[in-house]
């Protein structure tokens, strides 16, 4: 836990006892502070109670005696209208902030200079910063991970000089982080997401762009207009300011300076004309894609400003898991490798896992996001036959008629046989069974990690299966 004293001695209100919340009330409490909490559930009230939290109704509380509230970061604070608490928050002129921001003001206090790597972006925040925490662990730094990705930020061990914190940030952590100043920001990509929560993609992307405004040091994606446009308007600092540096990433196209890929190749030109490869991409199953590509770019942009060398980055890379439910590799049975993509809840998702692979086995269906799959046409192609699960069996099946062939299994238990079983009988030198369903799990299962676990499980059954079978004929 990192203690929270910059409100010693001070009273404080906070909505929202989830994960976050409560370790947020916790940390407060740990570090001094009068806290008074609530939550619209009662079961989270009743568990914040058990470990001590002050539980008071906040609607009859006298909000000229708080100091701050501090808010859940999926509590509404502008749109589409903001939360009752924040509405008496500011006519009483008291301050609203979140965890990521506490964090902050407890660094600037006990450990200024203590390394602080802060991801946002719209895709590819969670793999990008698992990948560079594990970069730095495999090169036996002191790493602590954590923020949107799991674990809340104040559950994380307190700053330190020889301590790492790689935190992921979302756009409603960031807006309750004023004074949000990473030693290393990283700012991905951004294409239209939250509106309902920002109110335009203009808001979500000043939002975003906060956080490479306060870093030292900021590595920017400039492969869409967006997130050119914010490295351009923070003037590319390191032509101007030698103090102050940004970095542009492109897996796109090469750059006269920054970090790209050359094929499979991560190149780094931080020295005006100095090139540097800094890892290779080829072969290492969890890093497939474009977009993974671009993940690794900003990794290993990362692990090279904190000292890591090419050897390191490139042994980290290879060693690197991968996310569960993320395209996860999760068996081979020949020349049939198993995919779990469960995370792939519509098709802009599932696109990236298609551009990906040949050969495809494509396990697709659940509850349907607007627009379903007609989207992906471009790539039905690389799709060898489709398995439809659940309640967009229908609706998908239209779209692919007369286009790929699709078989209706209604659930997942029966398109992973008949996958496995038509992948098995392929010529390909590889072909690949994947869930990436491109659809919500909530018609059959409660959330996506209980489908990529259903779906993971299954495999390991007919792995098993063909274990004992292959070791039935030896003993024969």
Not at 158 to 168: G, L, M, S
């Amino acid at each position: 836990m990192t203690p929270v004293s910059t409100f010693a001695d001070r009273h404080v209100a906070l909505f929202g006892l989830g994960g976050s919340g409560l370790a947020t009330a916790e940390a407060l409490v740990a570090g001094g502070a009068r806290v008074t909490a609530w939550d619209d559930a009662e079961a989270a009230r009743e568990k914040a109670a058990e470990k001590g939290i002050t539980i008071a109704d906040l609607k009859q509380a006298d909000w000229s005696e708080f100091a701050a509230l501090i808010l859940a970061p999926g509590v509404p604070l502008t749109h589409p209208k903001p939360h009752w608490t924040v509405e008496r928050a500011h006519a009483a002129h008291v301050e609203i902030i979140g965890d990521i921001e506490l964090f902050c003001r407890e660094r600037a206090r006990i450990a200024p200079q203590a390394p602080f790597i802060a991801i946002t972006g719209t895709n590819g925040k969670s793999t990008t910063t698992a990948l560079i925490a594990h970069l730095l662990r495999s090169a036996g730094r002191d790493v602590q991970m954590g923020g949107n990705i799991g674990t809340a930020i104040l559950s994380l061990e307190p700053p330190a000089e020889n301590r790492v914190h790689v935190i992921e940030c979302s756009s409603f952590q960031i807006d309750l982080a004023p004074s949000l100043n990473p030693s290393v920001g990283v700012l991905l990509n951004i294409t239209p997401d939250h509106l309902d929560r920002h109110g335009t993609i203009e808001h979500y992307a000043k939002i975003k762009e906060r956080l490479v405004q306060g870093a030292d040091i900021a590595f920017i994606g400039v492969d869409d207009e967006l997130t050119w446009a914010i490295g351009d308007r923070n003037q590319w600092r390191s032509y101007r300011d030698p103090d102050r540096n940004n970095c542009p990433i492109s897996a796109e196209r090469e750059l006269e300076w920054g970090l790209y890929l050359s094929g499979s190749k991560i190149v780094s030109k931080r020295d005006f004309g100095s090139e540097t490869v800094l890892a290779d991409l080829t072969g290492i199953g969890t890093l497939r894609g474009r977009h993974n590509g671009q993940n690794a770019l900003f990794a290993a942009g990362v692990a090279q400003e904190l000292g890591l060398s090419p050897e390191e980055i490139q042994q980290g890379l290879a060693s690197f898991p991968g996310l569960a439910h993320r395209m996860e590799p999760v068996g081979q049975l020949g020349t049939v490798l198993f995919v779990n993509d469960s995370k792939a809840t519509n098709a802009d998702a599932a696109e990236k896992a298609l551009k990906s692979f040949e050969h495809i086995y494509w396990i697709a269906g659940g509850k349907s996001k607007e627009g379903g799959i007609a989207s992906l046409e471009p790539l039905f192609g690389r799709i060898a036959k489709t398995y439809l699960i659940g309640a967009a069996t229908d609706e998908f099946a239209a779209t692919l008629q007369g286009k790929v062939p699709f078989e209706k299994c209604g659930m997942l238990d029966r398109a992973v046989r008949r996958a496995t079983q038509d992948a098995a009988q392929s010529l390909a030198a590889e072909s690949v069974v994947l869930l990436s369903p491109a659809c919500a799990s909530y018609d059959q299962y409660p959330n996506f990690e209980v489908r990529g676990d259903r779906f993971r499980d299954l495999v390991r059954d007919i792995l098993d299966e063909a274990e004992r079978r292959n070791a039935e004929q030896l003993t024969i």
